[in-house]
């Protein structure tokens, strides 16, 4: 079996570069013919999978967290390869949401290289994005409003880790102000003045339970709204979201939907998978198994 592995050693605050010789040493244990891309720059992971030949592969690995994982599709979907090769993913960054959704027992990087080795795909839904006349792929999730902003936070104080979002929403609470939305779900129209909305492939998000009932390969999206509501209200509901309870909030509507339109009257950052990148309006469809995915 040989795969290749894009690597991000920049991931888990730099502690990917330093296990780097055990990443490979354990491939090798399991038998596993695995050549190594080192990622230098942002976007790079999208440029190495873009280019790569896929025919010279049994699977590509993803060694990262969420952002990496991120490039990493975007890479994929941009491939002229005529053959599709699986997708293995290497938790080895700050966040790994949807690998806690795909091996949600799986906690060490060591027993992720042993699911790669079992050499057993399943394939998976993919979100697709079309904002400002681009298309990106994403396997977690896609938001805007507040959860943008807090992430916006997030990313400048990424060295505590998960906390570094519990930090943004506490900062962002102070500027809280809701955004009129009008939302269009397989054709039914909605218009809310909402906090945020999450549109979610996956259950998790970074270290919050978004959507408690996705299912990553059910063809649909868990889209998640949350309404208006005050700074005190928020502050006291916050905590049910690492529990999932917060979708029993009267402020919240989950709905599932396989084709999602958002317009607002002023243009809104978006945030796939911890990135932020393009702005409202914004199209995003359900790819129904469009990718193959090493899993347990």
Same mark, same amino acid.
């Given at each position: 079996?040989?795969?290749?592995?894009?690597?991000?050693?920049?991931?888990?605050? %730099? @502690?990917?570069?330093?296990?780097?010789?055990?990443?490979?040493?354990?491939?090798?244990?399991?038998?596993?013919?695995?050549?190594? %891309?080192?990622?230098?720059?942002?976007?790079?992971?999208?440029?190495?999978?873009?280019?790569?030949?896929?025919?010279?592969?049994?699977? =590509?690995?993803?060694?990262?967290?969420?952002?990496?994982?991120?490039?990493?599709?975007?890479?994929?979907?941009?491939?002229?390869?005529?053959?599709?090769?699986? $997708?293995?993913?290497?938790?080895?960054?700050?966040?790994?949401?949807?690998? %806690?959704?795909?091996?949600?027992?799986?906690?060490?990087?060591?027993?992720?290289? @042993?699911?790669?080795? $079992?050499?057993?795909?399943?394939?998976?839904?993919?979100?697709?994005?079309?904002?400002?006349? /681009?298309?990106?792929?994403?396997?977690?999730?896609?938001?805007?409003?507040?959860?943008?902003?807090?992430?916006?936070?997030?990313?400048?104080? !990424?060295?505590?880790?998960?906390?570094?979002?519990?930090?943004?929403?506490?900062?962002?609470?102070?500027?809280?102000?809701?955004?009129?939305? %009008? =939302?269009?779900?397989?054709?039914?129209?909605? +218009? @809310?003045?909402?906090?945020? =909305?999450?549109?979610?492939?996956?259950?998790?998000?970074?270290?919050?339970?978004?959507?408690? #009932?996705? +299912? =990553?390969?059910? &063809?649909?999206?868990?889209?998640?709204?949350?309404?208006?509501?005050? @700074?005190?209200?928020?502050? #006291?509901?916050?905590?049910?979201?690492?529990?999932?309870?917060?979708?029993?909030?009267? /402020?919240?509507?989950?709905?599932?939907? !396989?084709?999602?339109?958002?317009?607002?009257?002023?243009?809104?950052?978006?945030?796939?998978? &911890?990135?932020?990148?393009?702005?409202?309006?914004? +199209?995003?469809?359900?790819?129904?198994?469009?990718? +193959?995915?090493?899993?347990?």
């Amino acid at each position: 079996m040989k795969i290749l592995v894009v690597y991000n050693p920049q991931a888990g605050h %730099r @502690r990917a570069e330093k296990i780097l010789p055990e990443v490979d040493a354990c491939f090798k244990e399991t038998g596993i013919d695995a050549e190594f %891309r080192i990622t230098t720059h942002k976007g790079n992971g999208t440029e190495i999978v873009r280019d790569a030949d896929f025919t010279q592969y049994d699977g =590509i690995v993803a060694a990262g967290g969420d952002g990496t994982l991120f490039e990493f599709v975007n890479g994929y979907f941009r491939n002229t390869s005529k053959k599709r090769i699986p $997708l293995g993913i290497l938790p080895i960054g700050t966040g790994n949401a949807v690998y %806690r959704d795909l091996n949600p027992d799986v906690v060490d990087w060591r027993e992720a290289v @042993r699911v790669i080795a $079992l050499n057993k795909p399943r394939k998976v839904d993919v979100g697709r994005i079309l904002t400002q006349g /681009e298309y990106y792929y994403y396997l977690n999730i896609v938001g805007l409003g507040f959860v943008a902003d807090v992430n916006a936070v997030a990313q400048k104080l !990424k060295v505590f880790g998960n906390v570094s979002y519990t930090l943004g929403v506490l900062q962002q609470t102070i500027f809280l102000k809701s955004t009129p939305m %009008r =939302i269009e779900l397989d054709g039914q129209m909605l +218009e @809310r003045d909402a906090i945020f =909305i999450e549109i979610s492939n996956t259950r998790w998000t970074s270290n919050f339970l978004m959507a408690p #009932k996705a +299912e =990553i390969d059910d &063809g649909k999206l868990d889209v998640t709204i949350t309404n208006k509501l005050g @700074r005190i209200r928020l502050l #006291k509901c916050f905590p049910k979201i690492f529990t999932g309870e917060h979708v029993l909030l009267k /402020e919240i509507e989950s709905i599932q939907a !396989k084709h999602i339109r958002i317009e607002t009257d002023v243009p809104k950052v978006l945030t796939p998978d &911890g990135e932020l990148l393009g702005a409202t309006p914004i +199209e995003v469809d359900c790819l129904h198994q469009a990718l +193959e995915v090493f899993w347990k």
